[in-house]
Structure formats: structure tokens, C-alpha cells
């Protein structure tokens, strides 16, 4: 098994000794580890160093850093996968960031449209970033995706291409998948809606923006579960899965 990630500060990686506290001593704790386990620690961007765990306080876990910084993108996906995300009831969007982030998601884009039941809540961007940069630490991932929003539906669909976009939407039942549509190594899209789905009028201007309509079979999944469906099977078709 590979040694488990924190998540530090860039500059910490320049330094010969680390103390890890807050979130990431935490981290260390739930996986039971002590003095002399060896660890990774990373900036989220690519950089990471070694390090040995010295000593272990209340406060703090101090690390020693051994090895050069290097850059490691060994668990990155080959596809750059952007998820927009209609804005959910909170726990549910907190879940989608979490899983979205733990299945290789390079962003995560909140925004609003007309059928949403709720919008987020002011200061929730922040416990979006500090749940993606814990679920890529658990995930032993390299790189922390970025977390926007919120922004308009509009707005998503005003957003610079990628090679593929893609809105999946309840009634396209018909419309499935297509591997051939991208081929490796590529960028895509992926929007899914609100816990009222997206309306007409809203499929018609994503269409128009360039969009592929496609479904997720014939039952409706709640929204949260479009969402994980929708990046894993990206991942699978043209990914790492």
C-alpha cells in the first residue's frame, strides 16, 4: 500500500521539518499513524516530498522531510473531467463534491437554475474546498480539483469549450453514452441538474450552446446519484476506471 497524503502548504515542502495540525492531524490520526511511518506530503498542485513522523503531541505531529520535492500525477485520470452541479440541499451537494473529488473530477462547478429547491447558503464555497482537499488526501490523489461557484446556468453554459460537453438530463432516455464521441486523453463537460431537473427551455439553450443531450436510463435517479453516475462513467469510457 502506498504511504497515505497530507495536504501542506507549498512552501512547507521547501523545509526540512513539517508540523501537521488541524484538519490534516486528524487525517494521520484515523489512520492510526505514529511515530517512524513514513508519509507523503503534497501541495494539491503535483508537488509532494517524503517525510518520517518523529514525534506525535496533542497538538501537532512533526515531520521530517527527506528526498527531493517531486511531482507525481500517477493518480490523475488521463481525462480532465469538469462536473457542473445544480445546487443540491447541502448535505447532498457536500456529498457530490466529496465523491466527485474521490472519483477524479479535475473542477467542481456549482450554479443555480430555475427548478433548484435551494441555494447555497453564503460562506459554503469555503466547506466545499476544505471537503475536496480531504477527499483528496483519503484518495490518495496528487492534486486538489478546483470548486467554483456558485454561478449562473447561464454562466456554465457561456463557459470556454471542452472537447466534449455534455448535459444529462432525466428525459433523454434514449440517448446514451457514446464512446466515440471523444476519443483519450481530452477534456469534457458534464452538467448535471437540481433535484427538479432541468426544464425545456433550459435543454433547448444548452443544445444550442453546443451540448450533447444524453440520459441515464430509463429511472430517474435522485441527484446526487446522476451526478456520481455521470463522472464514473465518463471515467470508465474515456478515464481510468
Known amino acids: 500500500m502506498p504511504p497515505a497524503r497530507f495536504i501542506v502548504a507549498s512552501g512547507d515542502l521547501d523545509r526540512g521539518i513539517v508540523q501537521l495540525r488541524g484538519a490534516e492531524l486528524r487525517h494521520l490520526r484515523a489512520r492510526r499513524l505514529g511515530s517512524g511511518a513514513e508519509i507523503v506530503l503534497t501541495d494539491g498542485a503535483g508537488r509532494e516530498r517524503r517525510g518520517t513522523i518523529e514525534d506525535m503531541t496533542p497538538r501537532y505531529a512533526q515531520v521530517r522531510l527527506h528526498l527531493a520535492v517531486s511531482k507525481d500525477a500517477s493518480s490523475e485520470s488521463r481525462l480532465r473531467l469538469d462536473l ?82 455534455l448535459l444529462f438530463w432525466e428525459q433523454a432516455v434514449s440517448e446514451r453514452l457514446d464512446p466515440g464521441l471523444l476519443s483519450p486523453a481530452a477534456k469534457v463537460l458534464a452538467v448535471v441538474g437540481p433535484e427538479g431537473g432541468f426544464g425545456p427551455t433550459e435543454v433547448a439553450a444548452a443544445r444550442a450552446a453546443g451540448f450533447h443531450i444524453v440520459g441515464l436510463g430509463p429511472r430517474v435517479l435522485r441527484a446526487e446519484t446522476a451526478a456520481i453516475v455521470a463522472v464514473t462513467l465518463c471515467q470508465r469510457l474515456w478515464g481510468d476506471l
Do not use: H, Y
Request: charged share 20%.
Open 84 to 165: 457542473a452541479q445544480a445546487a443540491l440541499k447541502a448535505d447532498k451537494l457536500d456529498f457530490v463534491v466529496e465523491k466527485a473529488t474521490e472519483l477524479g473530477v479535475n473542477s467542481v462547478t456549482v450554479f443555480t437554475s430555475t427548478r433548484c429547491v435551494s441555494k447555497p447558503a453564503p460562506g459554503r464555497l469555503d466547506r466545499w474546498k476544505r471537503i475536496a482537499q480531504s477527499a483528496t488526501a483519503q484518495s490518495q490523489r496528487s492534486v486538489v480539483p478546483l470548486i467554483r461557484g456558485p454561478m449562473t446556468f447561464a454562466e456554465v453554459l457561456a463557459t470556454a469549450p471542452a472537447s466534449l460537453r
